[in-house]
């Protein structure tokens, strides 16, 4: 029967990314069968932990993070947990051989996030991996199934691309992080008077985040590479988009992809993989 409570666990799993990001689990089921389920719950456990520290503000976010940490730890090594989205990660965490100083990294950034709201350089670069380049390397070690010599080669585009997408994230979100939350990600910026300079700066460190991830995608294994490009060009769509934008405006909105912007890009990255010219 521990088989069924393993199934039920990672449906718990794969709900949560379906509930939380429509975008990322479309981008999930164009991977290999054999890699969807592994990422989803990889999905789940960042995402409840991110969850926390973002909206749990009526409640004790401290205690509860730390409460989550230990649970987690609790169940990498115990190899079971009555949490399902835990349970399922653990599951993940042992199959694909994921380093447990990626969990670290992971909770290091989400406590971050519990008392800090301004980073300089090193900060912003630390949180930065815990928060987005280590859940690259989690999925890549999915990607790999166990290949140390691709996963070893891969991780600096696994990084990157992982980087490129936080920080598309932080350009998107800057009115809530910022009004909402009190957050300033980007060092060196007053978001009181955004420049365009302030901007332009920030464009370029992403764009050379998606180059880098571009050439690392190319060498995928055949299994991930066209969900992880989907993911890759709906980002990469959503950063152009905020790049036409003024300074003021992007504290004004919320940037999105409409649907039909989506099924476009879908459609389009379909046509390039039957023609393999990615």
Do not use: W
Request: proline letters at 3%; charged letters at 25%; glycine letters at 4%.
């Amino acid at each position: 029967m521990i088989n069924l409570f393993h199934e039920v666990s990672e449906h718990c799993s794969r709900i949560t990314t379906e509930q939380y990001s429509t975008s990322f689990s479309s981008s999930i089921r164009l991977l290999h069968k054999d890699m969807r389920q592994p990422i989803f719950n990889i999905y789940g456990f960042v995402r409840f932990a991110d969850e926390i520290v973002d909206s749990f503000h009526e409640y004790p976010k401290e205690a509860l993070l730390k409460e989550f940490k230990a649970a987690a730890y609790r169940a990498i090594d115990d190899k079971i947990s009555i949490n399902p989205i835990l349970h399922s990660f653990q599951l993940t965490f042992h199959k694909y051989g994921i380093d447990k100083q990626l969990v670290a990294a992971f909770f290091n950034s989400m406590e971050m996030d519990l008392n800090k709201n301004n980073y300089d350089k090193l900060g912003y670069d630390e949180y930065i991996y815990g928060s987005a380049e280590v859940v690259g390397l989690m999925c890549l070690s999915v990607f790999c199934e166990g290949n140390i010599s691709n996963y070893e080669n891969l991780k600096p585009f696994a990084r990157s691309l992982g980087a490129a997408f936080q920080k598309v994230n932080f350009l998107r979100d800057l009115k809530a992080d910022f009004e909402g939350l009190s957050r300033v990600y980007f060092p060196g910026c007053d978001f009181k008077n955004f420049t365009e300079a302030d901007k332009r700066n920030i464009e370029s460190d992403i764009q050379n985040d998606f180059n880098h991830a571009y050439q690392g995608i190319l060498q995928l294994p055949i299994k991930a590479r066209f969900g992880v490009y989907v993911a890759y060009k709906y980002y990469l769509s959503l950063f152009n988009k905020i790049k036409k934008l003024a300074p003021q405006n992007i504290m004004e909105e919320r940037i999105r992809i409409p649907d039909y912007g989506k099924i476009y890009i879908l459609a389009k990255a379909g046509i390039r993989s039957t023609l393999n010219i990615f």
